[in-house]
Structure formats: structure tokens, C-alpha cells
């Protein structure tokens, strides 16, 4: 199955900007709140390039994933 193309610089940035994260150095940190002091790797190949469609999409689901268990434990 073919990959869909990855997403330029600019795009990834304006995403995580969009979806509430930001970038630091190979790790995305959660901007609004809903995860505070929790940061998620990005998502890398086998080369150390870093796909940056899959890291959003990673550190979305991760970010549900954290919030709905911090909502049970509270």
C-alpha cells in the first residue's frame, strides 16, 4: 500500500499550532491544558527522518488516550 505523501515544514507547524501542540527538538508538548507536563515523540523512520503526518496523528490519539485517563482517575 502506498503512503500518502508527508506534509511540508510549514504545514506541520501550522497543524500543531492548530491542534493545540508545539514542537521541541523531536518531541510534540500539549499547548492547551489538557495534558500538562506530558510530552509525545515524534514518530521517526528507519533513516531518523521524522514523518511528520503520522507524528500528529500519533500525538492526537495519545493525547485522548492521556486525557480520558486522567478524567477517570479524577
Known amino acids: 500500500m502506498k ?3 508527508d506534509m511540508s515544514r510549514a504545514a506541520f ?3 500543531l499550532v492548530r491542534n493545540g501542540f508545539r514542537q521541541v527538538l523531536l518531541w510534540g ?3 492547551t491544558g489538557m495534558t500538562p507536563g506530558v510530552s509525545y515523540g515524534m514518530v521517526m523512520n ?3 527522518k521524522i514523518l511528520r503526518r503520522a507524528s500528529l496523528a500519533y500525538m492526537l490519539r495519545r493525547r485522548a488516550e492521556e486525557a480520558t485517563k486522567r478524567e477517570n482517575i479524577a
Open 3 to 5: 503512503q500518502p505523501p
Open 46 to 48: 528507519h533513516k531518523g
Open 29 to 31: 508538548e500539549d499547548t
Open 13 to 15: 507547524k501550522a497543524a
